[in-house]
């Protein structure tokens, strides 16, 4: 039976048709699809009889395959698997299909992990890879396991509780693969030297060492900033009041915010800034302050700005979209602190 989509003219009854077999696609079907067999006899060698196919998918471009299984393959056991599979390819061993009763088809050590597919009929499909691999299949498949070429895991992942799953490809599939893993190995030289693992390594060395001076160079700017705001803070019923702008990151505004009510206490900070086109809004409160709840000051700044904030008496954040405003947020916020301050 096929389904088909007529694309040019009309298909009725009592025409004649002539069906056209793309060959190479099928060739890599088959070759999966026998892969897909030895494969599974390979797995239950490694892992243990325990193993049982719980699905899989064959198309001409690579194989899927599902397994119950307890744990993630190790490295060692995903080599070993591609070591016995494709021994069994290099052997060429003949893969040969023969129609008999279900009975004695299990009698001859066929695997029917989908027995019920098979119930009622008189005869089902036995296919074997040489002795190596006895299974009930009616699909697709090579004559000789040599046609396969090479099968190469590519992949190995839990799907579901007790399942995992492993795509593989075979022949020109493999081919293709490591034409694209050379190409991406060419590009890394090219960037990071002929070792690229030695390349990469000193790389991210000079990244460690160049954070390394960023932070230092930001916390000097910071406090470079905190004692430029600190010079004119405000004195409200002998409390400090900094406040002022930085557009910068949020950690780095918060930062600052620490370090000016550290240089400060008892004192109130409130800060505004440019965070990448967002605005930010902070507010920190000495815990010996009690007359000033930083995260109702917070909450009216953002809403200024267009957005929202929170958190606890002593410490808020918030902020809005709505950066060309954040000039006016600090002054609402300043006024309400002060205004808190001198009650």
Known sequence: MHQIQVTDGTLAVGHRCRLIVDGPRRKRIARN?????????????????????????VSNEELRFDFSHFEKMTDEEIARVEDIANRVVLEDLPVKTVEMPLDEAKASGAAAHFEEEYRGKDLVRVVSVGEFSRELCGGTHVSRSGEIGLIKIVSEEGIASGTRRIRAATGDGVLKRLRASEHLLTQLKSSLGEDPVEGLNRLQDEIAGLRTRIRTMTETTLRAKRDELLSVKENVNGLSLASGRLDATAEEIKRLADLLEEKSRPSVVVLVGD??????????????????????IVRAMSEVVGGGGGGSRAFAQGGGPTVSRLDEALKHGIDACRTALSA
């Open 33 to 57: 699809h026998t892969a897909t067999h030895i494969l599974h006899r390979a797995l239950r060698e490694v892992l243990g009889d325990h193993v049982v196919q719980a699905g899989s998918l």
């Open 275 to 296: 965070a990448d086109g967002r605005g930010i809004a902070i507010c920190k409160v000495s815990k010996t302050i009690g007359a000033v709840d930083a995260a109702a």
